[in-house]
């Protein structure tokens, strides 16, 4: 496994660990999830590098079959585990599956801007925009829908399957498109992929106060 990301996972985690003990119950979760999401990043890219080495480092067959899947998993089992274990409040698992994509993403977004001497603001937006929405979004999926069919004996085991394909194809249709000649499509996919979510989000707070008000 790459010291450098183990390095840079213990500087940024430590002092946000620390953190957690000044934090009220909600931002306390939110912010435990990313640093699992971290954790999740640092330990899945050993398995990936592994994995890569063994295909004589062909980073493109990797990335478009492989890593989607090897990750998506990865991020998948925590949120099964809070769902299981915890809570399985559709609110509760947004808010952890998102910040435990946007921890992943963070992660790898930092070991990319430290490993990566030919980067510029303009690489940095886009990679922010793109595989960190991204890696939020196909969480966030696992997690909505885990509120749905937790308790739902029948469907808990299709039902996991399914979001999980639907993750991993998302995941490498991007992963796909950033190295092809359509890599400005693949960076606007995940954004076209928020904003319906973000509107939904924002439409369903302004009802339920216009409903508490009344």
Not at 86 to 92: A, G, L, T, V
């Amino acid at each position: 496994m790459d010291t450098t990301m183990i390095s840079l996972f213990i500087c940024i985690a430590i002092p946000t660990i620390l953190v957690l003990f000044f934090l009220e119950k909600k931002a306390k979760l939110t912010v435990l999830f990313v640093v699992i999401g971290m954790f999740v990043c640092v330990y899945i890219s050993g398995i990936n590098g592994l994995i890569l080495s063994n295909l004589n480092n062909d980073v493109f067959y990797v990335t478009t079959t492989i890593t989607p899947i090897t990750e998506e998993i990865a991020k998948a089992l925590p949120i099964l585990f809070f769902a299981y274990v915890f809570s399985n409040k559709r609110e509760d698992l947004i808010t952890v599956s998102f910040a435990l994509g946007a921890g992943f993403a963070v992660m790898e977004n930092v070991y990319l801007v430290f490993t990566n001497g030919s980067i510029d603001i303009i690489w940095a937006l886009i990679r922010a925009f793109g595989a960190g929405l991204m890696h939020s979004l196909c969480t966030a999926n696992v997690g909505y829908g885990m509120a749905l069919i937790k308790d739902r004996k029948k469907l808990a085991f299709c039902g996991m399957f399914a979001l999980l394909t639907v993750a991993i194809i998302f995941h490498a249709t991007y992963n796909l498109l950033v190295q092809s000649d359509l890599e400005i499509l693949g960076f606007l996919l995940p954004i076209f992929a928020y904003i319906p979510l973000l509107t939904m989000i924002i439409v369903k707070k302004v009802k339920a106060k216009k409903t508490a008000a009344i």
